[in-house]
């Protein structure tokens, strides 16, 4: 079982930067992939990036790459998702997931991979 709280949404502009973090509790930290999805009004959920259970590889959509970085803190139980250069279009609600699964290494993409989700939170950019 893995409990999962996302914190550090909030409304910004356009160009701004925000950090958003997840707390992880239940079973050990490092023994499965972290991501992050996001999910606007009237539209699927979305893949933005992902983190392998060691923290040595990672992977981010075209939309958030060069621009988001995540990364994971065995210490604190925590992944965080540091956004700069932030657009409207980046508007949705961002959840964090675990993914219990076996990937040699490699990050999953598809929500249905990810076995827990936080609650979620919202991120607003205004032009």
């Known amino acids: 079982q893995v409990q999962l709280v996302e914190s550090g949404g909030g409304l910004v502009q356009a160009g701004d930067s925000l950090k958003l973090s997840c707390a992880a509790s239940g079973r050990t930290f490092n023994t499965y992939a972290m991501g992050w999805f996001r999910q606007a009004p009237g539209k699927e959920r979305e893949f933005v990036c992902a983190?392998?259970?060691?923290?040595?590889?990672?992977y981010c959509s075209d939309s958030a790459k060069g621009r988001f970085t995540i990364s994971r803190d065995s210490a604190k139980n925590t992944v965080t998702l540091q956004m700069s250069s932030l657009k409207p279009e980046d508007t949705a609600v961002y959840y964090c997931a675990a993914d219990l699964g076996r990937n040699y290494g490699l990050v999953r993409t598809i929500a249905s991979d990810y076995d827990y989700w936080g609650q979620g939170t919202q991120v607003t950019v205004s032009s």
């Open positions: 983190i392998i259970k060691s923290g040595s590889s990672s």
